[in-house]
C-alpha cells in the first residue's frame, strides 16, 4: 500500500511499503518516469530509496496538501508508464591478494574455493536499487545465499577506492577511500565518480551490474586508461547482446 506522509517542511516522502524487492523497484522506477513527464516546477528534484522516493518542492511556491493530491495522481498514472531500457555494466575486479584481502576468508567461512568464490560473485547481474552513502556508491541486490557474510567486528579505518565487497547479503564497490565493515574481495581500476565530468557518477539506479575477474596487467592497463580518460566500461542492455 501506498503512504504519503511529511519528510520535514520542503519533502514528502512517498512509500511502496517495506519489502525489498525488484516488483516494487520497478514500481519506484514507473512513479519517477511519470515524475518527470509531469515536470510539477514546484519540484527540486527527488531521491529514490529501497521502497520510498523523497520529493523535495518549494513550500513558497506550493502548499503540502496540494503538492500531496498533485503527487497522488502521478502515482494513479504511473502504471502506465513505459518501463525503462536496464542497461548492464560490466564491471573488471582483480580478486585477492593485497586488494582483496577478505576473499580467503569468504572461501573458508563458505567451505569454497577462492576460485568458487569469484565465479559465484561474477555469475549474477546485479540490480542497483538505489545510489548513496557516498557519491557513486551503488547499493546492489542479488548476491548469491552461498556468499552472505557478517560484517568485520571492528572496520578498517579505509579501504581503497574500487574496492569490492561483501557485508551481510548485499555486493558493492567503494568509489572513494573511506572507513568500512564490508569484507573486501578486490578491487575495480574503473571511477565509479569523477568531479571533472559533466555527469561524474558512472553508474545509476534501475540499471544493473555484471563484475568479471581480471589479473594485475590487466588492472594496471585498465587502470591507465582510466586516468588518461581513454576507458569506457562495456554494457549491454538487460537482456540483449553486448554492446
Known amino acids: 500500500m501506498i503512504e504519503f506522509e511529511p519528510l520535514g517542511d520542503t519533502a514528502i516522502r512517498v512509500s ?11 514500481q519506484i522506477q514507473q512513479f519517477i518516469v511519470r515524475l518527470s513527464i509531469e515536470k510539477i516546477t514546484e519540484i527540486i528534484e527527488w531521491v529514490p530509496a529501497y521502497t520510498t522516493v523523497a520529493i523535495y518542492y518549494r513550500p513558497e511556491d506550493i502548499s503540502y496538501e496540494k503538492l500531496s493530491t498533485l503527487i497522488k495522481k502521478v502515482f494513479a498514472a504511473s502504471s502506465h508508464s513505459p518501463d525503462g531500457v536496464a542497461r548492464v555494466y560490466e564491471i573488471p575486479v582483480l580478486y585477492g591478494g593485497k586488494t582483496g584481502p577478505d576473499l580467503s576468508y569468504l572461501a573458508k ?4 574455493t577462492e576460485e568458487e568464490v569469484i565465479a559465484l560473485h561474477c555469475g549474477q547481474e546485479y540490480l542497483i536499487y538505489m545510489m548513496g552513502f557516498v557519491p ?26 574500487g574496492s569490492v565487497g561483501i557485508g ?8 572513494s577511500k573511506v572507513p568500512s565493515g564490508w569484507r573486501i574481495l578486490g578491487i575495480t581500476p574503473v ?17 544493473y551490474i555484471k563484475f568479471y575477474p581480471i589479473d594485475g596487467a590487466e588492472f594496471v592497463r585498465i587502470k591507465q586508461l582510466a586516468a588518461e580518460d581513454k576507458y569506457k566500461v562495456k554494457t549491454y542492455l538487460k537482456g540483449g547482446e553486448q554492446k
Open 191 to 207: 571511477k565509479l565518480f569523477d568531479i571533472t565530468k559533466p555527469s561524474p557518477v558512472l553508474l545509476s539506479a534501475g540499471n
Open 136 to 161: 557513486g556508491f551503488p547499493y546492489l541486490g542479488g548476491l548469491s545465499p552461498k556468499l552472505t557474510v557478517q560484517r568485520l567486528e571492528h572496520p578498517r579505518p579505509s579501504v581503497a577506492a
Open 16 to 26: 511502496f511499503g517495506n519489502e525489498i524487492n525488484e516488483t516494487t523497484h520497478k
Open 109 to 112: 567461512y563458505h567451505h569454497l
Open 168 to 175: 551481510g547479503n548485499q555486493t558493492g564497490i567503494y568509489p
